[in-house]
């Protein structure tokens, strides 16, 4: 059944429909129909501030109308789901049900072993009450504990486990009055999973992280970080842990360093398979293709720099040069190169690290980041004496690296001289391709970006945005892509560049010779159908 239709029936039997937007935004009532028994019986329970919401596909089933009413206590108001929409936010539940199967278990076996008795029920989980566990693989293992029956480890196992299963690429592990915050930053975005009660739970959910890092758990006065691996569907994925002391406790972020995720086993990393407009990859290609100089990469974290040069070391890569790079850590594995891990605790810092490489004979160097004067000072002077340097360095955009650089006190005339182009670039959510519609843009939105009715009318035609389904979990969006601006430096840009002059005047020399902002670049993909305003507003700044 489409939506035009069940709005139809709605409309003819006097059952309004409910949306997907609407259905995820009510509160589900799972401790009065749990989540097991709404899948079998294909209905649900909500709550609408005071009103008690039932939702169906099927307006027709009188049966399973009272069955529901029944076990909500009183009268509900009633509302039609079309059968795609309800199975969408069924599939969404269930996955956040999953993952919080741990964090039950957790308190349940905390309560029985401060009660030494039989492990009881107490409802702790307010968004998971009455729902079943769900069966886990038995991959997953944490540093040898998989066997491990304790509720902690069954609590992390879980959160690990189903983060890896949802593609994200953060954990947080928030600590409140209450308990626990679990929450996931799935294509960029945090979603918040749910929560569990008691504070004991979150103090021992932090230790267990720390016992796998080796981190000092009678500490919690100050930030600690460390890192573990643990083995999912086979294949090892590391983890790096921050542990941050609050006024309620500690918080914990787990940055997840999967591999596969950026290409899968036996195929190549290349920079089209990272969504790249063609006329960028011309541009970054012609740049990578120079003998020597020095390329930059920034951004914020989590906008995919270090693959991108992982892209573009893959592609010049032809067992004619000695590569060497300096990471911290390792994120992917490129045969044929050289590549060394940072280990600060054994005195191996990108600084030292690289003074090291330039003994080795390399002819490209990749800096996985540039975060203090001394790295920055030996990799100009690297990219000067006929070395290709590439490296990743924190700003906003292309023009604020000649800033960072002058602050880590690096000579501009040094700077311009070595460096041969800079590109920032971005990630933004597209469209999810299964539940995508035609839209007109909103006035919100041509607000936020300073769009006209007009302009919107002849260049925002083919907007599309996604009404959200099972494949993106309602969300609407499935997926990422890349967009850039890059800048070229000539003669031109070197001069202004080293005579420190007006930003404007630099910005619009480098327009001038064709630079396109990170803006219009996601405009671009907006206007193509592959993402929204929304999303465009939502990562670019106007420039």
Request: proline share 5%.
């Amino acid at each position: 059944m489409n939506a035009p239709l069940a709005t139809t029936i709605g409309e003819d039997i006097d059952f309004p429909v409910l949306s997907l937007y609407r259905l995820h935004r009510l509160q589900p009532l799972f401790e009065r129909v749990p989540l097991a028994q709404a899948r079998a019986r294909r209905c649900a329970l909500l709550r609408d501030g005071r009103q008690l919401v039932g939702v169906s596909d099927d307006p027709f089933d009188a049966d399973r109308q009272r069955w529901l009413e029944a076990r909500a206590g009183r009268p509900v108001e009633w509302y039609l789901a079309t059968p795609e929409d309800l199975t969408a936010w069924l599939d969404r539940q269930t996955a956040t049900a999953s993952a919080l199967a741990g964090i039950a278990a957790a308190k349940v076996g905390a309560k029985a072993a401060n009660s030494g008795g039989r492990p009881t029920v107490d409802g702790g989980v307010a968004p998971v009450s009455g729902v079943e566990t769900t069966p886990r693989d038995e991959d997953i293992a944490l540093a040898g504990a998989q066997h491990d029956e304790s509720p902690v480890v069954r609590l992390v196992t879980s959160t690990l486990h189903d983060a890896l299963r949802l593609g994200a690429s953060d954990i947080h592990l928030e600590a409140t009055p209450q308990g626990l915050v679990v929450r996931y930053r799935i294509d960029g975005v945090l979603e918040r999973i749910g929560e569990a009660a008691g504070r004991d739970t979150a103090e021992q959910a932090i230790s267990r992280l720390k016992v796998l890092a080796e981190l000092d758990i009678a500490e919690r006065r100050v930030p600690q970080d460390g890192r573990f691996a643990v083995r999912f569907a086979g294949r090892r994925v590391d983890l790096r842990l921050s542990i941050m002391p609050s006024i309620h406790g500690e918080d914990a972020v787990l940055r997840i360093l999967d591999k596969r995720r950026l290409v899968a086993d036996g195929e190549t990393l290349n920079l089209e398979r990272l969504g790249f407009a063609a006329d960028d990859l011309a541009r970054m290609r012609e740049l990578a293709a120079q003998p020597y100089g020095m390329l930059l990469v920034t951004g914020p974290t989590g906008s995919g720099k270090t693959t991108t040069l992982y892209g573009v070391l893959s592609e010049i890569h032809d067992g004619r040069d000695k590569i060497v790079t300096i990471e911290d850590p390792v994120e992917y594995e490129l045969p044929g190169v050289l590549q060394i891990p940072v280990n600060e605790r054994k005195g191996l810092t990108f600084a030292r690290g690289l003074r090291s490489i330039l003994r080795h004979d390399p002819d490209k160097i990749m800096i996985g980041e540039i975060r203090d004067a001394e790295t920055a000072e030996i990799a100009v002077q690297s990219a000067l004496t006929g070395h290709l340097v590439l490296s990743t360095v924190h700003a906003n955009n292309v023009f604020d690296v000649f800033n960072r650089f002058a602050h880590l006190g690096i000579d501009p005339y040094a700077l311009t001289s070595a460096l041969g182009g800079v590109w920032a670039q971005r990630l933004l959510r597209t469209v999810c391709p299964h539940c995508a519609e035609a839209v007109a843009p909103s006035s919100r939105a041509l607000a936020a970006l300073r769009l006209s009715p007009e302009t919107a009318r002849v260049e925002l035609a083919g907007l599309r945005q996604g009404k959200g389904c099972g494949e993106c979990r309602g969300t609407g969006y499935r997926g990422r892509r890349a967009v850039a601006e890059i800048l070229a430096l000539d003669d031109r840009l070197r001069a202004l560049i080293a005579q420190r002059a007006p930003l404007a005047e630099i910005k619009a020399e480098a327009r001038r010779q064709g630079m396109r902002s990170l803006r219009d670049a996601a405009l671009q993909l907006a206007r193509a159908g592959q993402t929204t305003l929304e999303e465009v507003a939502r990562v670019t700044l106007q420039t």
